[in-house]
């Protein structure tokens, strides 16, 4: 099955950047975006894009300070995070699925262990 891997998580003052990558094993998905899980929260949307690079969508929450892109060569997708808060908080989720809409629902076709990361005020 499909692998993917996450990693760039680390601790960050607020204000400071981070950039996530996400390495797949195969491009078996139209889509690959990225969710976030805050500690005794549930799982959120962050970001995705086809791997086409011509669809992109955020959650309000992150419009105007991350940036989603991916590298169909190299099977990697990264998120940019700027002015990085406090309650941007989380562990950090790649997955990929074909469907816009599996991403509204958590139907994923594979998902990564995640990365930790944590903002300080």
């Known amino acids: 099955q499909v692998q993917l891997v996450e990693s760039g998580g680390g601790l960050v003052q607020a204000g400071g950047s981070l950039r996530l990558s996400c390495g797949v094993s195969a491009l078996t998905s139209y889509y690959i975006g990225w969710l976030r899980q805050a500690p005794g929260e549930e799982r959120d949307f962050v970001a995705l894009?086809?791997?086409?690079?011509?669809?992109?969508d955020y959650a309000d929450s992150v419009k105007g300070r991350f940036t989603i892109s991916r590298d169909g060569a190299n099977n990697t997708a990264y998120l940019q995070m700027n002015d990085l808060q406090p309650e941007d908080t989380a562990v950090y989720y790649c997955a990929v699925a074909n469907y816009y809409s599996d991403f509204k629902s958590n139907q994923f076709e594979a998902w990564g262990q995640g990365t930790l990361v944590t903002v300080s005020a």
């Open positions: 894009i086809n791997w086409n690079g011509d669809i992109k």
